[in-house]
């Protein structure tokens, strides 16, 4: 029983001091350092009495509530440069760089990185940015532009050599100074490097223009070599070709000159055999249609001569019944133009009675002179003429029946010339009712009756040995006397 307690109390005593060993044993990381305060240790290479202690890559004991336990990281790290400069020449410049540092690897530099950063270690890429930017500043401001471009290793050298007194009073080291680009915002790089620009342009133009020149000489003259080439070539197969079409052409045209032999003897026959088949249908039609046509044609020709002869014959006696109509008509017109005439000193009836008396007189002259017009037209030639003879013949003998004929047809203008002279009178009053429209009718026709005997008078004073009047003097129509204005009374 006692052995088994104190067994166990044994294995409880093993744990327990396991657990505390764990507490106390602390292992430092091979990219940092373990800074132990609380205790006065001496560190190899420090000065004594720092009253801390550094261990790198290894363990150690730490007492815990006695000493504090804190780690310095050993990574690198990195800052961008970005600076403002000024150079020895007064011209601004930016210098854009990047720095690489670390704390460095022995004791003193640990030591000097811990009393600054050991609780400030994400400031560390600031504070040396800060250092190198003052430093660049001081170097660039004693460089020239040229310096800078022609040699950066020796910016990038003279500002390491500068920082690096008091990068080692930080306990840092720099692994690396870059400088990346040299902006130039005022353009003097540029401009100092246009006339190198220029002239390497300028070599290169002439380079490519003698290149080009060389060129288009060596492609024409293999251009002027194909193109003989093809020439030549072109020449013997045009006169290979020429042969080989020459003997084809001469192949083709054998059989079509003997078929064309064979086709001429035939088409000379068939020729000859033509005439003679003409020759005796042009016999044929002489006889079948030529012979019976000309007799046929003298035969309508002897018939149409003898009808025209007796529409002439026809023609004639017409016109000689016609003129003999048309005396006989024209002393009935003069007749009954007499009766009219003393017809107007009666009233009412016999006004009315004359004036229909003088319309068909007037219709009768006007239907025989159109039926003799009408049949003289159809005459021809001879028959024509007589007409015309005939009618000198007959105004030679009665004058006055011609006259009477042409007042009779003239007669309704003569009336209405008469009768204008009360186209101007707009309210007529007649105090006797329709005796006085009786009598004012009857004066109008009496002018007219007036005119007629003026006509007479006229004819027989032209003409007193009875002669007859020239034609052009009866065609027109004889002029009504002026008209009397009747007197009308104002209501």
């Known amino acids: 029983m006692v052995v088994g307690v104190v067994a166990g109390v044994a294995v409880v005593a093993a744990l327990v001091v396991i657990g505390l060993f764990k507490m106390m044993w602390r292992v430092a990381e091979p990219n940092e350092a373990l800074v132990i305060s609380g205790s006065a240790h001496r560190t190899e290479g420090l000065e004594e009495g720092m009253g801390f202690r550094i261990v790198t890559g290894r363990g150690t004991l730490v007492l815990p509530g006695v000493q504090v336990v804190r780690k310095l990281s050993l990574d690198l790290n990195e800052t961008e440069l970005q600076v403002d400069c000024v150079t020895h020449q007064g011209i601004p410049l930016r210098v854009r760089g990047v720095v690489i540092f670390k704390v460095g690897d022995d004791f003193v530099s640990i030591a000097n990185a811990a009393r600054r950063f050991l609780d400030q270690q994400k400031l560390m890429s600031e504070r040396v940015h800060n250092v190198f930017a003052g430093h660049l500043r001081s170097i660039v401001g004693g460089l ?106 001469a192949a083709r045209q054998a059989g079509p000159l003997a078929e064309a032999a064979a086709r001429q003897e035939v088409v000379v026959q068939e020729t000859r055999v033509a005439e003679l088949e003409a020759h005796r249908r042009e016999q044929q039609l002489q006889a079948d249609v030529r012979k019976p046509a000309d007799a046929m044609a003298y035969e309508k020709r002897t018939l149409a001569e003898a009808e025209r002869d007796a529409r002439i014959s026809a023609a004639q006696a017409k016109a000689k019944e016609t003129e003999l109509a048309a005396a006989a008509e024209a002393t009935r017109v003069k007749t009954a133009a007499g009766a009219e005439a ?71 203008e003569i009336v209405r010339a008469g009768a204008s002279a009360f186209g101007n009178v707009d309210n007529m009053v007649l105090l006797n009712g329709a005796d006085g429209m009786s009598e004012l009718f009857a004066k109008a026709l009496t002018m007219g009756g007036t005119g007629l005997g003026l006509a007479r008078q006229l004819l027989a004073s032209m003409n007193p040995n009875g002669q007859g009047a020239p034609e052009s003097s009866l065609n027109g129509v004889v002029p009504a006397p002026p008209a009397r204005k009747v007197p009308v009374e104002e209501k």
Request: aromatic residues 2%.
């Open 144 to 249: 020239t532009v040229e310096d800078m471009i022609r040699d950066r290793e020796k910016l990038t050298g003279q500002t390491r050599a500068a920082c690096g007194t008091e990068m080692e009073k930080l306990g840092l080291i720099v692994d690396s100074l870059q400088i990346h680009e040299i902006e130039d915002p005022t353009g003097y790089i540029k401009n100092l490097a246009m006339p190198h620009a220029a002239a390497v342009q300028r070599d290169a133009r002439i380079a490519q223009a003698e290149a080009n020149r060389l060129a288009t000489e060596a492609e024409q003259q293999s251009f002027a070599r194909m193109a003989e080439a093809t020439r030549d070539s072109e020449i013997l197969q045009a006169g290979y070709q020429a042969e080989r079409d020459k003997a084809a052409a």
């Open 342 to 412: 003393e017809a107007t000193k009666t009233r009412g009836a016999a006004t009315a009675a004359a004036t229909r008396a003088t319309g068909e007189a007037e219709a009768a002259a006007a239907q025989a002179k159109g039926l003799a017009e009408a049949e003289a037209a159809r005459a021809k030639g001879l028959a024509e003429a007589e007409a015309i003879k005939a009618r000198a013949a007959a105004l030679a003998e009665n004058q006055e029946a011609v006259v009477a004929q042409q007042l009779a047809e003239n007669w309704p």
